[in-house]
């Protein structure tokens, strides 16, 4: 096992992945793709690994001609052999992979070649995926010695790297590693930027995510406090000269996908989504499309990582479709509106101006997304046989009330499968970003919910009542809490990692 360098933070399981590629007990030739979001750290963790392998990293450069790609490629091997560059002629890829599988067999503690920013070389030298394969081959059934080595293939446009090992193309069955890198998770990211208060990490989890590529580009370090994040969302992400300025960056994000070609459809299409749009009609409403037509815009979105459909836990008709980059719905919801006030240095009463949007449509969505993380990720470590299977929301009818009842958080157990009927509910949990603490007529609401799903035939017995608040919760409901068994509070604290108030009950 190659050890982790200090400086590669988290990513411990795909460390370990991508340890039992390199050391698999196969003297032949092993093919891995490993892809991901812009700025999700795929170079820096593939540099670090290429560096303790003692193996060659090659990367393709944007808009780099099939000339200058091939010398760069060239000058790489020769510098990794120790040989001048002048003595080094190769004039095609298949000599050139050839000879880095070659000397990275020489020389490699573990012989690893990694091809970085693969679509890059795609759109000049679209012969490299059916030399990898003539190569993969021949390292099983040809003639004479065999080429050996591992080779990961990199690349952050998702839908050409996924496309690699699709239908016919040449790699399709061949790859043993096929790796997606995604963002820190909300905790990761609080370590990452250094911050101490939990308030703090919210907000910056909240507009730019976990993805780590953000935090060398900002200009002024970490906000230390709520009171001075204001002033840092403006020096940086609403700052056209700073490198996360975010429309700069979403243009970034688009342009990787060479399938979107007119983007601004695809601006009119997340905005929409960030303003609460949540299905094809209503997005179809806003931007003036027909429903069916944008079934490939909102594919392509998805399969690129930037919206998700998510289906109701309990019913299958409702799916929703949700923003899943934080960037991009700061983008759509604040820089984009307020455009002509940031271009004019006005990004101080750009910033005022969107301040109940951010409250609203960005802190308290990702506050509820995060509660939902909680629950998959944290709460059966606090109670022990708390095994959670799907997780996601719900809408409860209230047929004698004539209304429905929105759930943030829904968990079902480990034998209940989505939608499926009589489902096992071992949690139900709201969650609130506003500035009022919650209270027992919060958990009366929860209690009722409860209620109208055991009367629709759920199950309901032993099911965990949570109401997860930003600004905590008024003595009263805490006291009740604390007396019964089915009860969880939980706090910005607790979700960063401290203590819920559970009913005393749940630890006899």
């Given at each position: 096992?190659?050890?982790?360098?200090?400086?590669?933070?988290?990513?411990?399981?795909e460390?370990?992945?991508?340890?039992?590629?390199?050391?698999?007990d196969?003297?032949?030739?092993?093919?891995?793709?490993?892809s991901?979001?812009?700025?999700?750290?795929?170079?820096?963790?593939l540099?670090?690994?290429?560096?303790q392998?003692?193996?060659?990293?090659?990367?393709?450069v944007?808009e780099?001609g099939?000339?200058?790609a091939?010398?760069?490629?060239?000058?790489?091997?020769?510098?990794?052999?120790?040989?001048?560059?002048?003595?080094?002629?190769?004039g095609?890829?298949?000599r050139?992979?050839?000879t880095?599988?070659?000397?990275?067999?020489?020389?490699a503690?573990?012989?690893?070649?990694?091809?970085?920013?693969?679509p890059?070389?795609?759109?000049?030298?679209?012969e490299?995926?059916?030399?990898?394969?003539?190569?993969?081959?021949?390292?099983?059934?040809?003639?004479?010695?065999?080429?050996?080595?591992?080779i990961?293939?990199?690349?952050?446009?998702m839908?050409?790297?996924?496309?690699?090992?699709?239908?016919?193309?040449?790699?399709?069955g061949?790859?043993?590693?096929?790796?997606?890198?995604?963002?820190?998770?909300?905790?990761?990211a609080?370590?990452?930027?250094?911050?101490?208060?939990?308030?703090?990490?919210?907000?910056?989890?909240?507009v730019?995510?976990?993805?780590p590529?953000?935090r060398?580009?900002?200009?002024t370090?970490?906000?230390?406090?709520?009171?001075?994040?204001?002033?840092?969302?403006?020096d940086n992400l609403?700052?056209?000269?700073?490198?996360?300025?975010t429309?700069?960056?979403?243009?970034?994000?688009?342009?990787?996908?060479?399938?979107?070609?007119?983007?601004?459809?695809?601006y009119?299409?997340?905005?929409?989504?960030?303003?609460?749009?949540?299905?094809?009609?209503?997005?179809?409403?806003?931007?003036?499309?027909?429903?069916?037509?944008?079934a490939?815009?909102?594919?392509?979105?998805?399969?690129?990582?930037?919206?998700?459909k998510?289906?109701?836990?309990?019913?299958?008709?409702?799916t929703?479709?949700?923003?899943a980059?934080?960037?991009?719905?700061?983008?759509?919801l604040?820089?984009?509106p307020?455009?002509?006030?940031?271009?004019?240095g006005?990004?101080?009463?750009?910033?005022r101006?969107?301040a109940?949007?951010?409250?609203?449509?960005?802190?308290?969505?990702?506050?509820?997304?995060?509660?939902r993380q909680w629950?998959?990720h944290y709460?059966?470590?606090?109670?022990?046989?708390l095994?959670?299977?799907?997780?996601?929301?719900?809408?409860?009818?209230?047929?004698r009330?004539?209304?429905?009842?929105?759930?943030d958080?829904?968990?079902l157990?480990?034998?209940?499968r989505?939608?499926?009927?009589?489902?096992?509910?071992h949690?139900?949990?709201?969650?609130?970003a506003?500035?009022?603490?919650?209270?027992?007529?919060?958990?009366?609401?929860?209690?009722?919910?409860?209620?109208?799903?055991?009367?629709q035939?759920y199950?309901?017995?032993?099911?965990?009542?949570?109401?997860?608040?930003?600004?905590?919760?008024?003595?009263?409901?805490?006291?009740?809490?604390?007396?019964?068994?089915?009860?969880?509070?939980?706090?910005l604290d607790?979700?960063?990692?401290?203590?819920?108030?559970w009913?005393?009950?749940?630890?006899?």
């Amino acid at each position: 096992m190659l050890e982790k360098p200090a400086r590669v933070l988290a990513r411990d399981r795909e460390w370990r992945i991508l340890n039992q590629f390199l050391a698999a007990d196969d003297p032949q030739l092993r093919l891995g793709l490993l892809s991901g979001r812009r700025r999700y750290g795929k170079s820096f963790l593939l540099r670090a690994l290429t560096e303790q392998a003692g193996g060659l990293y090659l990367s393709a450069v944007r808009e780099e001609g099939r000339i200058a790609a091939l010398e760069r490629a060239t000058a790489a091997v020769a510098a990794y052999a120790g040989l001048p560059e002048a003595e080094v002629r190769i004039g095609d890829w298949e000599r050139i992979l050839t000879t880095a599988l070659d000397q990275v067999a020489r020389q490699a503690a573990l012989p690893l070649l990694v091809i970085d920013e693969l679509p890059y070389l795609l759109e000049h030298s679209p012969e490299i995926p059916g030399i990898l394969q003539k190569l993969y081959d021949d390292s099983r059934t040809g003639p004479g010695a065999p080429v050996r080595g591992r080779i990961i293939l990199c690349g952050s446009a998702m839908s050409v790297m996924h496309e690699l090992l699709s239908g016919t193309q040449p790699l399709r069955g061949r790859a043993a590693l096929d790796m997606r890198l995604t963002a820190f998770d909300y905790r990761t990211a609080r370590e990452l930027w250094s911050v101490d208060d939990p308030d703090v990490a919210l907000r910056l989890h909240a507009v730019l995510g976990g993805a780590p590529g953000y935090r060398q580009l900002v200009a002024t370090g970490t906000p230390g406090s709520v009171d001075t994040f204001d002033t840092w969302v403006m020096d940086n992400l609403l700052s056209p000269d700073i490198g996360v300025f975010t429309r700069t960056e979403t243009e970034h994000l688009l342009r990787e996908d060479p399938r979107i070609t007119r983007r601004t459809l695809y601006y009119d299409v997340l905005t929409a989504i960030a303003r609460g749009a949540s299905s094809p009609t209503k997005i179809g409403g806003l931007v003036g499309r027909e429903r069916t037509a944008l079934a490939h815009p909102l594919d392509v979105l998805a399969s690129s990582g930037y919206v998700v459909k998510e289906a109701d836990v309990l019913r299958g008709r409702n799916t929703s479709i949700k923003l899943a980059d934080p960037v991009i719905r700061f983008n759509q919801l604040i820089a984009v509106p307020r455009a002509d006030l940031i271009d004019r240095g006005r990004a101080d009463q750009a910033w005022r101006a969107s301040a109940a949007t951010f409250q609203s449509k960005i802190l308290g969505p990702h506050f509820e997304d995060l509660a939902r993380q909680w629950t998959g990720h944290y709460a059966h470590e606090l109670l022990p046989g708390l095994e959670l299977g799907a997780i996601g929301t719900t809408v409860v009818s209230d047929p004698r009330a004539k209304t429905a009842h929105e759930v943030d958080v829904v968990a079902l157990d480990l034998d209940s499968r989505p939608q499926q009927p009589g489902a096992r509910i071992h949690l139900l949990g709201e969650a609130k970003a506003t500035i009022e603490r919650r209270s027992p007529h919060d958990l009366a609401r929860l209690e009722h919910i409860r209620s109208l799903l055991a009367s629709q035939g759920y199950n309901t017995e032993g099911t965990v009542l949570a109401l997860f608040s930003l600004n905590g919760f008024f003595p009263d409901l805490v006291r009740t809490a604390g007396q019964r068994k089915d009860v969880a509070l939980v706090d910005l604290d607790a979700l960063y990692g401290g203590p819920p108030r559970w009913g005393a009950a749940r630890f006899v």
